[in-house]
């Protein structure tokens, strides 16, 4: 039996998930934690990968592997392969000024048409921007930059620091896939190619694309002019060398082979190719199976709404994110910053835990006697009301019940993601069902309130570790030369019972919430 890997670098940990690669039944697994904060030093990610590995037996057997991880995190190489700052992640928002800033210079409809998305405080190239501004020094020793798959996958094939990594510094050897590159403000998923007069104008420096075997210190040109104020300290941007990006790979082509030596990898008695890798969303859609139509509902401490398409989205508003997926083909994306967590923050005012707050919101009808939670606890991005705070409408006498206040939770959080939803059709998505995934999917409230809520078929797989799954799935594409068609079981599907009434009462609340706002 071949067995391929697949690793999630996720925020909070790094998880490995080991495959049989025909069928993608489970062998074994492993865990090891990633510290908190918005910015890791990178290395605290390798010794993770190495203790998840050990702890799921190592790569006895293993003929591929690939790694998928957080997107938009920048993670900055300098020409001796050192990382010259902790990379900052995903959910560090010091470059909100900044996104607000190129936004206004490029403009909301051309940043949209560029590179599908308008940029906001998570995406790379914003990240860029502050570094810029706030740490000219750093921004004049950048020699490369990677997101946090590229940076692991190249340290897999035995490359960084010459202290530390037999192959040494050799950033031409950087790669990466089109699902993390979309993410990063700077690539184009429509032309499959890096917009370099972006990348600049973010930096103050020009870029080139990495290639295997040219020598990593010639001086390249970029593409069109410095904005003014982009010159950092020191010596003019355009008498530096050009800074390495990491070159695209396509779906199911290789990235290399990993370093015999590195942990255990010689036990696997053959060569471990490694996949392209891929963001975390696009590796969820591959572990779910994901195809054209398909939509998943992610309701983890943020929520996520998500798409398979024929075609790349590109929404000016910025609600929408026109990522690529992993498998040839796009994957728009809405999200929203409240969702398991406005359940779990009204169960502990009912002072319930889970189970007991399923029971109360499924004694409360359909609309909750007209109460709805307007769910902006955190603020919201979707629709984007950073200053925004949770509020509930509709109480009365009769309906302050602990039951109407755990189903409008329920509810408002849905509706939420089912704005996203809306989002989504609104600039072109198809689609035909829901993929409803994440711990609190397996609620037995959600489930039922998301059948009222959808207005399409609910599906919910078998709770599963499917970024893992999807990097994995990668790694068996790459061995067999097709994407497998592995499906995951299913935990529910509940008959659908759209409730109309529900998301109407909702719009109004909410709508009025926004004129407050």
Known sequence: MMLVAGVDSSTQSCKVEIVDAASGAAVRSGRAPHPEGTEVDPELWWQALGAALDDGGGLAGVGALSVAAQQHGMVLLGVDGHVLRPALLWNDTRSAAAATALTAEVGQTDFARRTGSVPVASFTITKLRWVRDAEPEIAARVAAVALPHDWLTWRLRGYGPAESSPLGPDLEELSTDRSDASGTGYWNPTTGGYDL??????????????????????????????PAGAQPAGPHPRDRPAVVLPRVLQPGESAGTLLPSLFGAGAAQQPVLLAAGAGDNAAAA??????????????????????????????????????ADASGRFLPLTATLNAARVLTSVATVLDVDHDGFAALALQAPPGSDGVVLVPYFEGERTPNLPEATASFHGLTLHSTTRSNLARAATEGMLCGLADGLDALCSAGVQARRILLIGGAAQNPAVTAVAAQVFNLPVIVPAPGEYVALGAAAQAAWLLSGSRPQWRPATSAEPCPDFRPGIRRQYQAAASAKCHMV
């Open 197 to 226: 007069e972006l990348f600049e104008r973010a930096l103050g420096r020009p870029a080139r694309v990495a290639a295997p075997g040219a020598p990593g210190s010639a001086v390249h040109a970029g593409t069109g002019p410095v």
């Open 286 to 323: 591959l572990g779910l199976g994901a195809t054209t139509g398909d939509v998943v509902v992610s309701i983890g401490t943020s929520g996520t709404v998500f798409a398979v398409t024929d075609q790349p989205a590109n929404d000016a508003t910025g609600t929408v994110a026109g990522f």
